[in-house]
């Protein structure tokens, strides 16, 4: 049974308001924890509209200017999905490339961080056109 569904996970973080806390490793980890704690909520709510018992298959799209370390997202995935429906499920991520349009010159640039500015003129201003995708692609339920 495949089950197709988008979901927009992005939101903004209160953890960096604890920002001068002594361990900015654990917070990191509080973050993505926080994150998979979300998939796992919308996994389970999925799962049981489509009466099924568990995920087999899981796809995450994740832009690059998300503000997710995916390094931590899968350190702190296999306690967050414990006893879960998404459990034994296969995780594949899709990194999005992060991309802005100079609002100044309208140039079109590659980005790595949401602070790079345009490579042409030096404009501090632009449009993010993708990158901040942060979502639940599809889930295949059984
Ligand atoms: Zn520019």
């Given at each position: 049974?495949?089950?197709?569904?988008?979901?927009?996970?992005?939101?903004?973080?209160?953890?960096?308001?604890?920002c001068n806390f002594e361990?900015?490793?654990?917070?990191?980890?509080?973050?993505?924890?926080?994150?998979?704690?979300?998939?796992?909520?919308?996994?389970?709510?999925?799962?049981?509209?489509?009466?099924?018992?568990?995920?087999?298959?899981?796809?995450?799209?994740?832009?690059?200017?998300?503000?997710?370390?995916?390094?931590s997202l899968n350190f702190?995935?296999?306690?967050?999905?414990?006893?879960?429906?998404?459990?034994?499920?296969?995780?594949?991520?899709?990194?999005?490339?992060?991309?802005?349009?100079?609002?100044?010159?309208?140039?079109?640039?590659?980005?790595?961080?949401?602070?790079?500015?345009?490579?042409?003129?030096?404009?501090?201003?632009?449009?993010?056109?993708?990158?901040?995708?942060?979502?639940?692609?599809?889930?295949?339920?059984?």
């Open positions: 049974m495949l089950h197709t569904f988008f979901s927009d996970l992005y939101h903004t973080f209160s953890f960096y308001i604890f361990s900015i490793t654990i917070l990191k980890e509080m973050h993505e924890l926080s994150i998979a704690l979300g998939i796992v909520k919308i996994a389970e709510d999925e799962t049981k509209k489509a009466n099924a018992k568990k995920v087999s298959k899981i796809e995450l799209e994740i832009g690059v200017l998300a503000g997710v370390e995916i390094d702190v995935w296999s306690s967050a999905v414990e006893e879960t429906v998404l459990e034994h499920a296969e995780k594949e991520i899709i990194v999005i490339e992060g991309k802005g349009k100079c609002i100044d010159c309208d140039t079109e640039f590659y980005m790595e961080n949401i602070y790079d500015c345009c490579p042409k003129c030096g404009s501090n201003f632009k449009g993010i056109l993708k990158g901040k995708e942060l979502k639940v692609k599809s889930l295949e339920v059984i």
